[in-house]
């Protein structure tokens, strides 16, 4: 299995931060449902550590039908509404830093009958509010993981995947025909900044 590991410039473009002082809530980055916990990789796979983040190309997993393989994509030719029949694809990694993660695809998702699947880290993704409704793409894009499951009345919103430090699983389910998948990338969002402190204001600092 490919891996890479990230820089911190790749990872806070990645969460569309614009500098590391951004909360996660003012993204609108739903933070319910956290899976942790861990999977051991199986004998096909390796189990990459990284610290900030981990890439997989999407052939690379374990992968099982009806999802296919055809020019370095990863797709279902047929639409499948129950999760336990689409197509499964599995892979492995280990991460040494716990954290808030999220998940990001280089996807194509060019029509509306062509852009959903079911992500979830080290659980099946076995219900509908795990369902990614995938943004309408002009070809391959980087899109970001949203779960359906959200508090009623709020948009979607990126789904923040809680995790220990140790192995893990990312399980995808194919839902929609010709839902096209080049890249998956696990994302370790940076925490809050820590002891931060009030300096009072005195004649001695005000500006000049």
Not at 5 to 17: K, R
Not at 22 to 27: E, F, K, V
Not at 154 to 174: D, E, M, N, T, W
Request: hydrophobic residues 35%; aromatic residues 8%; proline residues 8%.
């Amino acid at each position: 299995m490919r891996s890479y590991i990230h820089s911190w410039p790749t990872i806070l473009s990645a969460v569309e931060m614009t500098t590391a002082l951004a909360m996660a809530g003012l993204l609108g980055i739903s933070t319910e449902g956290a899976m942790a916990g861990g999977y051991p990789g199986t004998e096909n796979e390796t189990a990459p550590t990284h610290r900030t983040g981990v890439t997989f190309e999407a052939t690379a997993g374990v992968i099982t039908p009806p999802f296919v393989i055809t020019n370095g994509s990863l797709y279902q030719p047929l639409t499948t509404p129950a999760p336990t029949n689409g197509g499964r694809a599995t892979y492995s990694f280990n991460i040494d830093q716990p954290g808030d993660y999220v998940v990001r695809a280089l996807v194509n998702a060019s029509n509306e009958t062509g852009n959903s699947c079911l992500v979830n880290l080290d659980a099946e993704p076995a219900d509908s509010g795990m369902v990614w409704d995938i943004p309408l793409t002009g070809g391959y894009e980087e899109c970001l993981v949203c779960w359906r499951a959200r508090e009623k009345g709020q948009p979607f919103a990126h789904k923040i995947f809680h995790l220990a430090s140790g192995a893990h699983q990312l399980i995808v389910r194919g839902r929609d025909a010709n839902t096209q998948f080049r890249r998956f990338e696990l994302i370790r969002v940076p925490g809050p900044p820590q002891n931060l402190r009030v300096v009072p204001t005195t004649a001695s600092n005000l500006p000049r």
